[in-house]
C-alpha cells in the first residue's frame, strides 16, 4: 500500500489553480490533470468510476455485509487557490520537528517561524512539510485527496474491513466558489457525506460563513492636472472614499469567531476608472443581509456625490451557512465526533471562517459537515501540513465508513 506522504507529494506535484476571471468548467483545463490521474488510479484498484464533463469525478465501493446501511460519501477538491501559485511545488520534509525557525529555501532569508505562527509548537517532535517558499503547498485540499484514496485503498487491500456502501468525489473550483455548480447530488447517490477540507486536526465544522461577493467598477474623469480644477475626478481617489465607508475594525485582520466583516481582495485602476473587489461575510443571516445593504448605500451615497454611474456594483451571493441544514441530521455530526474519538483525537467542534463545498451541498439537499484535513496557513507561501494529522484523518475517515456500517 502506498504511504500517504508518497501519494500527497505526487498530488501537490500537479498544478492545478483555479482562475476566478475563467467562465469555463473547470476554469483552468489543468484541474483535469489531477483528476484524470485520480480516475485511472481509482480504477486501478478496481472501483467504478465515472468522470463528468463539468470537471467532477465519482467512485462508489458496493458494501462487503449484508445490511441495509446508508450510503456515506467523501469529497476533497483538487484546485487550488488563486492567491499563490501552484506550479513547480516543492515540498520540503522536515522530520522531527524541533520547535525552531525553518529556513524556506526557495527564498535567501525568508523563514517560517514558532513567533509568528505559534500553533508549529502543537507539532513538536512530528514531521512537517512545507513549501520552499515559492509556492504554496497544496494541502488545501490535495491532504484530503491523499487521505480519501488511502482511505478506499485501504478497503479494497483489506476485503475483512467490513463496511456498508461508498461514495467518493473529487470536485474542481472550490477555492473560487462555484466548486459544485454542476455536481449532481443524485448521480453521487450519498444519503449523507463529509468534506475532507478543514485546517488543522481535530476541526470538525458544521457552521460557516454566508458569503457574497462584491465588485465595484468607477468610472472617474481624466483631465490634464495642470487644468483639473473642479472638472478632474479620480476614479482611485473615489475608490479610496467608498472603501472608508466601510467599518475598519470590520476587516479580517480584526475578527474572529463568529465576527463578519468586509474584506477587500483586489484592485486595479487609473485617473480614469478603477476596479475594486470585496469579499463579503457573516454566520448570522441577518447581518450578512445588513453588510450587503451597507455596501450598496456607499455606492448610492458615491453616486450621489458624483454623478449616477460613477460606481457600478456587482453583488453575488457565493453560499450560505449549512448549519440549518445539518442540524436536523446531527447524527451526522455524532458519528464524526466518536470517530475520532476512536482515533484518539480531540474533536473541536467550532465554525469555518470560511466557505466549503460541503455547505452549498447541505442546500443541494445532501448534509455534509467538514472535517479536518491537517494543513495550516493555507493560500499562501507559509503553509505546511503537519504527517501525523494526515494519517490521522485517513483514519477518521476509515472509522467513520465502520460506523455507518454498524447502523
Not at 524541533?98 to 535567501?108: E, Q, R, S, Y
Request: aromatic residues 10%; charged residues 25%; hydrophobic residues 40%.
Amino acid at each position: 500500500m502506498e504511504k500517504i506522504l508518497d501519494r500527497f507529494l505526487r498530488y501537490v506535484s500537479v498544478d492545478t489553480q483555479s482562475d476566478e476571471n475563467s467562465t469555463t468548467q473547470p476554469s483552468t483545463a489543468k484541474q483535469w490533470n489531477l483528476l484524470n490521474m485520480l480516475a485511472d488510479e481509482l480504477r486501478a484498484l478496481g472501483v467504478a468510476v465515472e468522470t463528468e464533463e463539468h470537471g467532477y469525478v465519482y467512485a462508489r465501493i458496493p458494501a462487503n455485509i449484508d445490511a441495509q446501511v446508508p450510503t456515506v460519501g467523501f469529497i476533497a477538491h483538487v484546485d487550488t487557490a488563486p492567491d499563490a501559485s501552484g506550479k513547480d511545488v516543492k515540498p520540503q520534509i522536515i522530520e522531527n520537528y524541533d520547535g525552531g525557525a525553518i529556513d524556506l529555501k526557495g527564498v535567501p532569508g525568508l523563514r517560517l517561524k514558532p513567533d509568528e505562527f505559534p500553533e508549529m509548537l502543537h507539532y513538536l517532535g512530528q514531521t512537517l512539510i512545507t513549501t520552499d517558499g515559492t509556492t504554496l503547498l497544496g494541502a488545501d485540499d490535495k491532504a484530503g485527496v491523499a487521505e480519501i484514496m488511502d482511505a478506499v485503498q485501504y478497503m479494497v487491500e483489506h476485503p475483512e474491513f467490513k463496511h456498508g456502501p461508498v461514495v467518493v468525489s473529487f470536485t474542481r473550483d472550490e477555492e473560487i466558489g462555484c466548486g459544485v455548480d454542476s455536481f449532481d447530488v443524485k448521480r453521487f447517490g450519498a444519503d449523507f457525506a463529509y468534506t475532507m477540507d478543514g485546517g488543522e486536526i481535530g476541526e470538525l465544522e458544521f457552521e460557516n460563513f454566508n458569503a457574497a461577493s462584491a465588485k465595484l467598477h468607477i468610472q472617474g474623469c481624466n483631465v490634464h492636472p495642470g487644468y483639473a480644477k473642479n472638472k478632474m475626478r479620480n476614479a482611485i481617489l473615489i475608490g479610496q472614499e467608498l472603501n472608508a465607508l466601510l467599518p475598519v475594525n470590520e476587516r479580517p485582520e480584526y475578527t474572529e469567531n463568529y465576527e463578519g466583516f468586509f474584506h477587500i481582495i483586489a484592485f486595479k485602476g487609473s485617473v480614469e476608472e478603477a476596479d475594486f473587489a470585496y469579499i463579503i461575510r457573516d454566520h448570522d443571516r441577518a447581518r450578512f443581509e445588513a453588510r450587503k445593504a451597507l455596501m450598496t448605500r456607499a455606492a448610492d451615497f458615491i453616486n450621489a456625490k458624483y454623478g449616477a454611474g460613477t460606481v457600478r456594483l456587482e453583488l453575488r451571493d457565493q453560499y450560505y451557512n449549512m448549519r440549518e441544514q445539518v442540524e436536523p441530521h446531527y447524527h451526522i455530526v455524532e458519528k464524526a465526533v466518536k470517530a475520532m474519538e476512536m482515533a484518539g483525537i480531540r474533536p473541536k467542534i467550532q465554525p469555518i471562517r470560511g466557505g466549503t463545498d460541503g455547505a452549498r451541498l447541505s442546500f443541494m439537499g445532501l448534509p455534509c459537515p467538514n472535517i479536518f484535513a491537517g494543513g495550516l496557513n493555507f493560500h499562501g507561501k507559509m503553509e505546511f501540513l503537519p504527517l501525523e494529522s494526515m494519517e490521522a484523518a485517513a483514519a477518521v475517515v476509515r472509522n467513520l465508513i465502520t460506523l455507518y456500517a454498524e447502523g
